[in-house]
């Protein structure tokens, strides 16, 4: 799984800095800012010593379920959502997956993945 961040600009097609992630064990949706690497290290060059990876991720309000306007069906893989002030630090051990990220007439919505086939093949 490829997780870019927000201040990635290389990525021209794809944006993959969307994401579902956990919260103090709660799942959340987000757009990651950045990563960072935490280590306590002080050797010279290369080394094996521990590393912490985390990513600093924009959290998103989510309504569940999109429900389309005639015939009405609820979707509930797909998402609306908003980007809030919020700003979480995670270990990126927690990001679950990377979800597809739709913006209609002004509208958020996201998308989780249907399966893994399409996202990691």
């Known amino acids: ?3 870019t961040s927000q201040t990635y600009t290389r990525s021209e097609k794809t944006c993959s800095s969307y994401v579902r992630y956990l919260n103090n064990g709660q799942e ?3 757009q990651v800012k950045t990563f960072v690497e935490l280590s306590e290290c002080a050797c010279p060059g290369l080394c094996d010593c521990p590393r912490t ?3 600093f991720i924009t959290e998103f309000t989510s ?3 999109f429900t389309t306007a005639n015939p009405p069906f609820s979707i509930q893989y797909i998402k609306k959502v908003n980007a809030s002030e919020t700003v979480h630090c995670v270990p990126i051990k927690d990001i679950l997956n990377v979800c597809f990220y739709v913006n209609l007439d002004g509208q958020e919505y996201l998308c ?5 086939v399409e996202m990691y093949n």
Do not use: S
């Not at 989780?112 to 893994?116: F, H, K, M, R």
């Open 63 to 65: 309504q569940f379920g």
């Open 28 to 30: 959340t949706y987000g």
């Open 112 to 116: 989780d993945p249907l399966n893994t």
């Open 53 to 55: 990876f985390l990513a």
């Open 1 to 3: 799984m490829l997780i």
